[in-house]
T-cell receptor, first 112, second 116 residues
Framework: QKEVEQNSGPLSVPEGAIASLNCTYS??????FFWYRQYSGKSPELIMS????GDKEDGRFTAQLNKASQYVSLLIRDSQPSDSATYLC????????????FGAGTTVTVRA | GAVVSQHPSRVICKSGTSVKIECRSLDFQATTMFWYRQFPKKSLMLMATSNEGSKATYEQGVEKDKFLINHASLTLSTLTVTSAHPEDSSFYICSARALQAHQPQHFGDGTRLSIL
């Protein structure tokens, strides 16, 4: 079983719609959860971080964490063509020197 | 805030050359820095974890004599690819995080290395 699993996609949404990305993780000791965006040929960029159960909103992005279900999600509201990228879910534990365990990524395409 | 600068962004050099890549945290103290390698359309592969003032911890299968890592200060880590060969051509990315719990890794812009 992979440590972090994401819907591989690709996920195609029309401009203005909500893109919903899901991620599950296997290690109950995971403590910090992150969503990174990576454009083709570029390095990852931090979009959201979440540590406590519930929702966290930042602009058009909302991250949701449910530790009991070992589930973290990212919602992108009012999707724009510039949101087209690969979204990486990542989790860390302090005992692992805070190494990131990445999901395989979900490729999102926003259709104009 | 949380800016990580990586230099150079692109290197093209002949086989046998050693190449040094710098990673700097510009506005925070990076107690831990990480070095990744990424092939086209593949996931990031962690090469090593570097704590300031300590020897780097390499992932299984990564040659420590080939990829020399130095983390001499809280704002600078370097990766030297020694005697580079065409198979070392790749996209190398560093990241840095501060000491406090729950701090994310912030990534540099990456270095595209091409060995001829």
């Amino acid at each position: 079983q992979k440590e972090v699993e994401q819907n591989s996609g690709p996920l195609s949404v029309p401009e203005g719609a909500i893109a919903s990305l899901n991620c599950t993780y296997s290690d109950r000791g995971s403590q910090s959860f992150f969503w990174y965006r990576q454009y083709s040929g570029k390095s990852p960029e931090l979009i959201m971080s979440i540590y406590s159960n519930g929702d966290k909103e930042d602009g058009r992005f909302t991250a949701q964490l449910n530790k009991a279900s070992q589930y973290v999600s990212l919602l992108i509201r009012d999707s724009q063509p510039s949101d087209s990228a690969t979204y990486l879910c990542a989790v860390t534990r302090f005992v692992d020197d805070y190494k990131l365990s990445f999901g395989a990524g979900t490729t999102v395409t926003v259709r104009a | 805030g949380a800016v990580v600068s990586q230099h150079p962004s692109r290197v093209i050099c002949k086989s046998g050359t050693s190449v040094k890549i710098e990673c700097r945290s510009l506005d925070f103290q990076a107690t831990t820095m990480f070095w990744y390698r990424q092939f086209p359309k593949k996931s990031l592969m962690l090469m090593a974890t570097s704590n300031e003032g300590s020897k780097a911890t390499y992932e299984q299968g990564v040659e420590k004599d080939k990829f020399l890592i130095n983390h001499a200060s809280l704002t600078l880590s370097t990766l030297t690819v020694t005697s580079a060969h065409p198979e070392d051509s790749s996209f190398y990315i560093c990241s840095a995080r501060a000491l406090q719990a729950h701090q994310p890794q912030h990534f540099g812009d990456g270095t595209r290395l091409s060995i001829l």
